[in-house]
T-cell receptor, first 115, second 116 residues
Framework: SAVISQKPSRDICQRGTSLTIQCQVDSQVTMMFWYRQQPGQSLTLIATANQGSEATYESGFVIDKFPISRPNLTFSTLTVSNMSPEDSSIYLC????????????FGPGTRLTVL | AQKITQTQPGMFVQEKEAVTLDCTYDTSDQSYGLFWYKQPSSGEMIFLIYQGSYDEQNATEGRYSLNFQKARKSANLVISASQLGDSAMYFCAMREYQGGSEKLVFGKGTKLTVNP
């Protein structure tokens, strides 16, 4: 399985500011995903980060709020823009193949608290 | 409608006993994959076990086994010989094609507490 790291591991931010989360994988991967886990809730897919093209966003998530970059096959960033307390969540990067049976592995997550 | 249903918000088990965590799913696809993940209080998501829709035998990984009943659309996780370190949230997830791409959809999770 791939080794995935995320930076920062946690942060406390003021409302109205933005935070960029980095996801680094130790090997080239086909698919990279960003998830949000609000307190006490399950994981919700924000978007699929596509290498060399715009990310594919899920319903309810927009590029202006969650811009994503994926410059190569081992790295991606997620920015949480103009934050409000409702953005307080764990943000998880995930990687996997494109086949149904390919396991998705997750990074350690970024715990974000917005005051 | 929910794709993945986990009806047990919380479960308790005595150390060394076995426990079953329930998961039912909803799909009209013939090809899909079912996954279980463990999330300790640290927040990381740990992959436990996978079952493909075409797999005839139930998946096993060490102390974890998956009771796959395709006709009932259930994929229950069985943990044998529970350990204190098994205390965590457990999420069932399904991967299927949606809108031309593969997506992993999670249930709401079950919080397992292992008592000494």
């Amino acid at each position: 399985s791939a080794v995935i790291s995320q930076k920062p591991s946690r942060d406390i931010c003021q409302r109205g500011t933005s935070l960029t989360i980095q996801c680094q994988v130790d090997s080239q991967v086909t698919m990279m995903f960003w998830y949000r886990q609000q307190p006490g809730q399950s994981l919700t897919l924000i978007a699929t980060a596509n290498q060399g093209s715009e990310a594919t966003y899920e319903s309810g998530f927009v590029i202006d709020k969650f811009p994503i970059s994926r410059p190569n096959l081992t790295f991606s960033t997620l920015t949480v823009s103009n934050m409000s307390p409702e953005d307080s969540s764990i943000y998880l990067c995930s990687v996997g193949g494109h086949r149904i049976g390919d396991t998705q592995y997750f990074g350690p997550g970024t715990r974000l608290t917005v005051l | 409608a929910q794709k993945i249903t986990q009806t047990q918000p919380g479960m308790f088990v005595q150390e060394k006993e076995a426990v079953t965590l329930d998961c039912t799913y909803d799909t009209s696809d013939q090809s899909y994959g079912l996954f279980w993940y463990k999330q300790p209080s640290s927040g990381e998501m740990i992959f436990l076990i996978y079952q493909g829709s075409y797999d005839e035998q139930n998946a096993t990984e060490g102390r974890y086994s998956l009771n796959f009943q395709k006709a009932r659309k259930s994929a229950n996780l069985v943990i044998s010989a529970s350990q204190l370190g098994d205390s965590a949230m457990y999420f069932c997830a399904m991967r299927e094609y949606q809108g031309g791409s593969e997506k992993l959809v999670f249930g709401k999770g079950t919080k397992l507490t292992v008592n000494p």
